[in-house]
């Protein structure tokens, strides 16, 4: 991979692991509500299979975006999302050819993107789901039947700004699972098999994740009420 | 929701350990019935429904540095012709 040299490692949350995907695909359907087809998408990627960079260049255009979010909120790192965002497209120019429309191009792309920040992950021999948060889940994440004396909730009272400050602040094992499920749209089934799990463990994951999210969620309303 | 006191802690307890494979039911959370007189978990269970849905909403609002796209036209330039194309 060409090192971006031009960055610094803007640090947002840590990084965590990974693995290849080979979990079933997801209903047409639910690809298509979270992978809409672009205009103009087909012939670009017509003629990028044949070679054509300018074509090339229109498919890096239309999903640079989403495929560099993606690597961001997974690894919660600038300078590590750009280099995967440019070797999830390295390896895109690769395989392009391969791609026979079995499934909207983005969600083959999206998939080959998490598959290479899964595989730099487990690289840097980091655990897809800590140990810590597997084994000793916190306090804070486990059963309350006590929230306190204000009983808030949520409801209509978060922005999407204050979610994704929320979702940079999750451990990488919590932030792993809530950003595939959640926001990505895998299953449960689909990101046992990506991160080598099982699905009780993925659910687990994503329940504490989404607790975790509530608590911080609840303390910066309560703070905003407070000030 | 009336708040009769019919719930014992345990109940809580036991509500929220099934939580993470009641989410992945197609059920709907709120017709449980623990949830009819426990109003600290239906809360619980309103947030956490909140948040995933919220999460849904979530747009890709982060573009990559121009770098990344030069430092990938220098690595195409380097590459030789033909790539994974027969596989």
């Given at each position: ?12 949350p840590s990084?965590t ?59 919660g ?52 789901v800590s140990?810590e948060e597997?084994?000793?889940?916190s306090?804070?994440d ?27 602040e999750l451990p990488p094992g919590y932030r792993m699972v809530f ?26 994951q994503?329940?504490k994740a989404?607790?975790r ?15 | ?87």
């Amino acid at each position: 991979m060409t090192k971006n040299t031009l960055r610094t490692a803007e640090k947002m949350p840590s990084p965590t692991p990974s693995q290849p995907l080979t979990a079933e695909p997801r209903p047409v359907q639910q690809q298509q509500r979270r992978n809409p087809p672009i205009a103009g998408e087909l012939a670009a990627i017509a003629s990028a299979q044949q070679g054509d960079g300018a074509s090339f260049e229109i498919l890096y255009n239309m999903h640079k975006r989403r495929v560099y979010s993606l690597c961001l909120r997974m690894l919660g790192n600038v300078a590590e999302a750009e280099d995967l965002t440019q070797e999830a497209f390295l390896q895109l120019h690769r395989k392009i050819a391969t791609f026979r429309g079995d499934s909207a191009f983005s969600t083959w792309l999206h998939r080959m993107a998490v598959n290479v920040v899964l595989m730099h992950l487990r690289k840097k021999g980091l655990p897809l789901v800590s140990l810590e948060e597997t084994l000793e889940p916190s306090q804070e994440d486990g059963p309350r039947k006590d929230f306190g004396t204000r009983d808030l909730t949520l409801s209509g009272s978060i922005d999407r700004v204050t979610l994704e400050r929320a979702v940079e602040e999750l451990p990488p094992g919590y932030r792993m699972v809530f950003v595939l499920h959640d926001v990505e749209g895998y299953e449960h089934n689909e990101i046992a098999g990506m991160l080598q799990c099982s699905i009780g463990n993925s659910k687990s994951q994503l329940h504490k994740a989404r607790m975790r999210l509530r608590n911080l969620l609840r303390e910066d309303t309560i703070g905003k009420g407070d000030a | 929701m009336t708040s009769k006191q019919t719930h014992t802690p345990r109940d809580c307890d036991e509500f929220q350990r099934k939580l993470p494979d009641l989410f992945d039911s197609d059920q709907d959370l709120l017709d449980h019935a623990h949830l009819q007189t426990c109003r600290n978990c239906s809360a619980l269970v309103r947030d956490l429904e909140y948040i995933a849905a919220q999460a849904k909403l979530l747009l890709p609002i982060h573009d990559p540095s121009p770098a990344v796209w030069d430092n990938i036209q220098n690595a195409l330039a380097k590459q030789p012709k033909g790539g994974d194309r027969n596989s």
